[in-house]
C-alpha cells in the first residue's frame, strides 16, 4: 500500500485554537501517524508529493501527482491520494485517464482541518485504505472514497462546499460503501482507454452558454486560438443557431467536445429537429460528451490533444462518454 500526500485540507491545522484559518501543516507521513495502527500495516509506505490547497496545484501538479500514484499501481499495490477537495474531481480523472493497470488508485480528502472538532480526515483516510486494499477494487480505475461512499472518478464532483459528504456522483450515484471499514462495490464502469500525454502544456478553455447568448465568449475564447473547447450546451444538446454555427466551424480545425448543463442526462440524438437542436449538434464535428462534468471533460481533452490524437481519434477516446 502507498499513500500519496496531495495537500488540501485533511494535511491542514489551525496557527493556533479557535484561530479558524488553517494552512497545510501536515504530511503524508504525520497522517498515517495520528491515524492509531495505520503506520503499523505490513509493507504500507507514506510519501509527500506536493502539499499544497489545491486550488493552487497547476496542471503539471496534477500530472506529477498522477504519475506517481499510476507508477505505484503499476507494481501491483493499492494506492491512495489524499488532495484538497477543491479540485480533486480533476486531478482524479486525470488519474483515470492515464492510469493503465489493474491495482486501483483512490482518492480522498476532508472538509474539515486535521485540528478541527470532529475532522474528517482521518475517517476518509481509513476508509481509502480499506478499498485500496479490497481485491474488489482491482481492475475498477480510480475511485474517489468520501463521507462512507465510493464514487468512480468519471462521475465524482464535488457538490456540497461543507457537507461530509461533499462528494456525489449525480448520473451514477455512487458504486459502493464503506461500512465498518468494509468496502462493498455494487457497479463497475468502463475503463477509459489510457493516455500518456508527455505534459499538459496545452490550453483548453469551457465554455458555457445561457439565454440570450450573442456568441460574445464563444469568439473571445477562440480568438485566445486554444487547442480545445470545452462547451457547455442548454438542455440535452441544444444551443443558440448562430453559437451552433460558431463552434461547428471551429470544430473542422480543433476537437470541440459538447457537455450537458443539466448534471444528469446525455446528448440526444433526434428527440428535436429545430435549428439549433442536438440533429444539428450532431451533424457537425463536435464530440458529445454528455456523461462528464465539464470540468472531467476538460482533464481528458487536455490529455487527448497533449497525447497528439486527432480529432477522429480524440472522438474514439470520448466514445463512452457519449451515452
Known amino acids: 500500500m502507498r499513500i500519496l500526500g496531495a495537500g488540501g485540507t485533511i494535511a491542514m491545522a489551525q496557527a493556533s485554537a479557535g484561530s479558524g484559518s488553517a494552512t497545510p501543516a501536515l504530511d503524508a507521513a504525520e497522517l498515517v501517524a495520528a491515524i492509531p495502527g495505520l503506520g503499523d500495516r505490513e ?27 499510476r507508477d505505484a499501481a503499476r507494481r501491483g499495490i493499492g494506492v491512495v491520494v489524499t488532495h484538497g477537495t ?10 483515470d485517464v492515464i492510469h493503465d493497470a489493474e491495482a486501483p488508485i483512490v482518492f480522498t480528502g476532508a472538509i474539515r482541518p486535521a485540528s478541527a472538532a ?20 482491482a481492475g475498477m480505475g480510480v475511485l474517489v472514497v468520501f463521507g462512507g461512499e465510493i464514487h468512480h472518478a468519471r462521475c465524482a464532483r464535488k457538490t456540497d ?52 447568448d450573442d456568441g460574445t465568449l464563444a469568439r473571445a475564447a477562440l480568438e485566445t486560438e486554444p487547442d480545445g473547447v470545452v462547451v457547455g450546451t442548454l438542455g440535452a444538446g441544444h ?23 443539466p448534471e444528469r442526462g446525455v446528448v440526444l440524438t433526434g428527440t428535436y429537429g429545430y435549428a439549433g437542436s442536438e440533429r ?5 464535428n463536435m464530440i458529445p460528451v454528455g456523461f462528464l462534468s465539464p470540468q472531467a471533460a476538460r482533464m481528458k481533452l487536455l490529455a487527448c490533444v497533449a497525447s497528439g490524437l486527432t480529432i477522429d481519434e480524440t472522438r474514439w477516446a470520448f466514445r463512452q462518454d457519449d451515452g
Do not use: K
Open 86 to 95: 477543491d479540485s480533486l474531481e480533476e486531478t482524479a480523472m486525470l488519474c
Open 280 to 284: 444539428d449538434l450532431r451533424g457537425t
Open 43 to 69: 509493507g504500507l509506505e507514506a510519501r509527500q508529493v506536493v502539499n499544497v490547497p489545491s486550488a493552487h496545484l497547476t496542471l503539471a501538479d496534477c500530472l506529477l501527482i498522477c504519475r506517481e500514484a
Open 239 to 261: 444551443l443558440p443557431p448562430a453559437v451552433m454555427e460558431q463552434w461547428a466551424e471551429a470544430a473542422e480545425r480543433i476537437p470541440i467536445v459538447a457537455y450537458c448543463r
Open 118 to 137: 470532529g475532522a474528517d480526515g482521518p475517517a476518509n483516510l481509513l476508509d481509502a485504505v480499506a478499498v485500496a486494499s479490497s481485491p474488489e477494487s
Open 161 to 212: 462546499t461543507t457537507s461530509l459528504t461533499a462528494f456525489s456522483s449525480p448520473q451514477t450515484g455512487p458504486v459502493g460503501r464503506v461500512t465498518e471499514g468494509h468496502p462493498t462495490l455494487w457497479s463497475r464502469l468502463p475503463r477509459n482507454p489510457p493516455l500518456d500525454p508527455p505534459d499538459l502544456d496545452r490550453r483548453v478553455l469551457v465554455v458555457p452558454t445561457g439565454a440570450g
